[in-house]
């Protein structure tokens, strides 16, 4: 399967500060990125979707301002948490996929290893 | 509003037994649906992946059935064994595979040795 790499792997920093977040497709051009969060003892929550080139779509309750997705090209996400705060201590995994449309690809997400952001 | 139920929420089994674990969804218009393994702390393995157009996948010894008409998915894993013990969640897509994916909050399998 494809890989996908995080960046960092973990990270603890202090309340205000903004931490920002890499997501990489290694060995394929990842036309769409997922962000995903997981909050201890709970399953994965889709936050938002981005397109390469495109602004981030979010889903309902997600605050864009707070959260800044950059998916400038075919092989690298960001998410940005801006002005952390303790309440966004969490697991943060992104997932690539290609286009859908090119002939013979994959429909699958190919996940990231995680990030885990402890804010203080 | 995609909804994915994943029962039971834990189990625990003695090694070498058959189990199955259970995925619900209520969206028809699924896509496809992946199984996937947690282990605790780390990031998500795949597993398996059928499309809307299957009926079941396998690999080595594990096989998964999807049912359409019933919004039921199935995980069967054979011959347990202690390094099966996981997290197992399972996930479905829909729009045509565009959308990102839903999530049940999983089952906490045990195998004991």
């Known amino acids: ?120 | 509003k995609q909804e994915v139920t994943q029962i039971p929420a834990a189990l625990s089994v003695p090694e070498g037994e058959n189990l199955v674990l259970n995925c619900s969804f209520t969206d028809s218009a699924i896509y496809n649906l992946q199984w996937f393994r947690q282990d605790p702390g780390k990031g998500l393995t795949s597993l398996l992946l059928i499309q809307s157009s299957q009926r079941e996948q396998t690999s080595g010894r594990l096989n998964a059935s999807l049912d359409k008409s019933s919004g039921r998915s199935t995980l069967y894993i054979a011959a347990s064994q202690p390094g099966d013990s996981a997290t197992y969640l399972c996930a479905e897509t829909t729009g045509g595979g565009a959308d990102g994916l839903t999530f049940g909050k999983g089952t906490h399998l045990i195998i004991q040795p």
């Open chain 1, 1 to 120: 399967g494809a890989v996908v790499s995080q960046h960092p792997s973990r990270v603890i920093c202090k309340s205000g500060t903004s931490v920002k977040i890499e997501c990489r497709s290694l060995d394929f051009q990842a036309t769409t990125m997922f962000w995903y969060r997981q909050f201890p003892k709970q399953s994965l929550m889709l936050m938002a979707t981005s397109n390469e080139g495109s602004k981030a779509t979010y889903e309902q309750g997600v605050e864009k301002d707070k959260f800044l997705i950059n998916h400038a090209s075919l092989t690298l996400s960001t998410l940005t948490v801006t002005s952390a705060h303790p309440e966004d201590s969490s697991f943060y995994i992104c997932s690539a996929r290609g286009n859908l449309y090119d002939r013979g690809r994959s429909p699958e997400q190919f996940f990231g290893p995680g990030t885990r952001l402890t804010v203080l």
